[in-house]
């Protein structure tokens, strides 16, 4: 199975080279990223300039300890759209990848940061190009430091769960695109085993910018602020409460934005999934 992998925190960001390292032990990878960090450049495409896509050279090269072969890696100047879409016509033009999976994000992509996302921005390329795709991010905190190691294996438990319910469905179906949040956590016996499919919350307003100081005052500088916080209220079944509630929030995910009725009896091959971490994974795959 051929897997692209995207991000939008960058080539040298941690929790893409853990989730390439662990997604490779069973699947074959083809890494696409961009050389700078991306972060909020949703489905940004670069237009009236050219693009870069480079080998990474050998000192960036990923190579498994258990494999003697390193994975195929490229950096892209250009935003995270760019490298799915460069990496779906160019590296994968005559057999497309089976899944295009962007991630892992060190920060959480909830509610209406799915919008602005450069991650979910990404897998949203993949899905428009009719691949199934998934963001996958890592909620983090302040205070911790964290080990996307354990965020990895989590993920490939999820992944390959999903990747045989999908095959054992027979037919082939329609592509879909998921975005998926695990709860920050702080060691491995604090590891979320409980996952649940939601739908979109609704933070509260975005803090205002911020006003750096300038003695110009003809040119004014300000710093956009961060997200806006949970809301008072978390309403069940969004990916907010499932969060809060640290649980993995999984959120099935479309392209068309506008409001309408349901106009046929088409079902999500997702509505009747099921998953329990709690059997799938053992303590022992963590290492400290």
Do not use: W
């Amino acid at each position: 199975m051929k897997i692209l992998l995207v991000n939008d925190d960058g080539y040298k960001a941690d929790s893409l080279r853990r989730l390439a390292i662990e997604l490779s032990a069973d699947y074959d990878v083809t890494i696409v990223a961009p050389v700078s960090n991306c972060s909020g450049f949703s489905n940004a495409i670069t237009i009236h300039k050219p693009v870069n896509i480079c080998r990474l050279e050998k000192n960036e090269e990923l190579t498994p300890a258990n494999s003697g072969k390193s994975i195929l890696g490229f950096k892209l100047n250009g935003t995270p759209v760019d490298c799915a879409y460069i990496g779906l016509n160019t590296l994968f033009s005559d057999f497309p990848p089976d899944f295009v999976i962007s991630g892992i994000n060190e920060g959480e992509n909830l509610a209406e940061d799915t919008l602005y996302s450069g991650t979910v921005g990404g897998a949203m390329e993949g899905f428009l190009s009719g691949i199934p795709s998934i963001a996958v991010s890592q909620q983090v905190t302040k205070k911790n430091h964290h080990n996307f190691s354990y965020s990895a294996i989590i993920f490939k438990k999820i992944f390959k769960k999903i990747i045989d319910d999908y095959q054992v469905s027979g037919a082939k179906r329609n592509p879909f695109l998921l975005n998926i949040n695990i709860p920050y956590f702080f060691s491995k016996i604090d590891l979320p085993n409980e996952v649940e499919f939601t739908h979109l919350g609704r933070r509260k307003r975005s803090k205002p910018p911020q006003r750096l100081g300038s003695t110009d005052e003809t040119c004014k500088s300000y710093l956009i602020g961060p997200h806006g916080d949970f809301p008072d209220f978390l309403e069940p079944g969004t990916d907010l409460f499932v969060i809060k509630e640290k649980k993995i929030s999984i959120t099935e995910m479309t392209v068309d934005l506008s409001l309408r009725t349901k106009v046929n009896n088409d079902t999500s091959f997702f509505e009747n999934f099921s998953l329990d971490l709690t059997d799938l994974i053992s303590l022992d795959e963590f290492s400290d």
